[in-house]
Antibody, heavy 118, light 107 residues
Framework: EVQLVESGGGLVQPGRSLRLSCTGS????????MSWFRQAPGKGLEWVGFIRNKASGGTTEYAASVKGRFTISRDDFKSIVYLQMNSLKTEDTAMFYC?????????WGQGTLVTVSS | EIVLTQSPGTLSLSPGEGATLSCRASQSVSSYLAWYQQNPGQAPRLLIY???SRATGIPDRFSGSGSGTDFTLTITRLEPEDFAVYYCLQYGSSPRSFGQGTKLEIK
């Protein structure tokens, strides 16, 4: 069974950094591209970015709202994808989800909540 | 960036009725469109991908149609568990983008 488990969320002050992790199991992690999405409280879904698998170059793409502040990386040996978030803003407050795939992902984690507040 | 506009914003129907949800793209996404269902406090659930293909385990009362810029999600014979928020997602180009959602509520 495919499982994705996010961790690392919490309360952080504006301007600080936070790193989220997403651990995958039940599939060959290195074969798949991985994505991050988020959802602000009471709002709609927003794509954050993705990282392709190594066979596709391992390259990344980001939403304009996070480009230059967020970085996605992966450790295929540990089956983990990371979301490094720097220079956090109050508007980054959201539930963050990781998914397997980068087109129409069918497997989502349960999410980890990030709250940016002073 | 491709903007997706969903309509209506809210749809009030009764169990057993049929629902038609619309998603319009600001430019062509070919058939690279998916539909998701989300219940409060839960992660989104993939219903339809490639505009008209049902995801694994999705009942056949859910169907998708369209291509280019106009897409429809049709739900026949609404069940109580179908009342949720529905989002369309385009993956024809980056950045990926979602519609703002349609809330399907019980009348």
């Amino acid at each position: 069974e495919v499982q994705l488990v996010e961790s690392g969320g919490g309360l952080v002050q504006p301007g600080r950094s936070l790193r989220l992790s997403c651990t995958g199991s039940g599939f060959t992690f290195g074969d798949h591209s991985m994505s991050w999405f988020r959802q602000a409280p009471g709002k709609g879904l927003e794509w954050v970015g993705f990282i392709r698998n190594k066979a596709s170059g391992g390259t990344t793409e980001y939403a304009a709202s996070v480009k230059g502040r967020f970085t996605i990386s992966r450790d295929d040996f540990k089956s983990i994808v990371y979301l490094q978030m720097n220079s956090l803003k109050t508007e980054d407050t959201a539930m963050f989800y990781c998914t397997r795939g980068y087109n129409s992902p069918s497997h989502w984690g349960q999410g980890t909540l990030v709250t940016v507040s002073s | 960036e491709i903007v997706l506009t969903q309509s209506p914003g809210t749809l009030s129907l009764s169990p057993g009725e049929g629902a038609t949800l619309s998603c319009r793209a600001s430019q062509s996404v070919s058939s690279y469109l998916a539909w998701y269902q989300q219940n409060p406090g839960q992660a989104p659930r993939l219903l339809i991908y490639d505009a008209s293909s049902r995801a694994t385990g999705i009942p056949d009362r859910f169907s998708g149609s369209g291509s280019g810029t106009d897409f429809t999600l049709t739900i026949t014979r609404l069940e109580p568990e179908d009342f949720a928020v529905y989002y369309c997602l385009q993956y024809g180009s980056s950045p990926r983008s979602f519609g703002q959602g349609t809330k399907l509520e019980i009348k």
